[in-house]
């Protein structure tokens, strides 16, 4: 089993700022892609960004220049940084990993919990 953690969701003012982090954790033997989706209420789940272990990069269209995804391999951790943030990514946002393990040895998709984005002035 992988288990991911995700941190630095809150409130933002619109034009603000926010640093989200996701941890990943388990037998891990590795990580081919780590990502971001979100979902805002009475919506479907989009597409938010997601990188390759080769740090090749996918932007969702609603995010593409305000958002930077970036990986530390070392300690299987992605991070989102948002900017110019709008009311309109107010969502949950939820951390994915399509990872192998040291039990199955097959590549299967994880998913964190989810952390709470609100931006509103």
């Known amino acids: 089993q992988v288990q991911l953690v995700e941190s630095g969701g809150g409130l933002v003012l619109p034009g603000g700022s926010l640093r989200l982090s996701c941890a990943a954790s388990?037998?891990?033997?590795?990580?081919?892609?780590l990502g971001w989706y979100r979902q805002a209420p009475g919506k479907e789940r989009e597409l938010v960004a997601t990188?390759?272990?080769?740090?090749?990069?996918n932007y969702g269209d609603s995010v593409k220049g305000r958002f930077t995804i970036s990986r530390d391999n070392a300690k299987n951790t992605v991070y989102l940084e948002m900017n110019s943030l709008k009311p309109e990514d107010t969502a949950v946002y939820s951390c994915?990993?399509?990872?192998?393990?040291?039990?199955?040895?097959?590549?299967?998709?994880?998913w964190g919990q989810g952390t709470q984005v609100t931006v509103s002035s």
């Open positions: 994915y990993a399509y990872a192998r393990t040291w039990e199955t040895n097959k590549l299967m998709p994880y």
């Open positions: 388990g037998n891990i033997l590795n990580i081919n892609v």
């Open positions: 990188i390759t272990s080769g740090t090749s990069t």
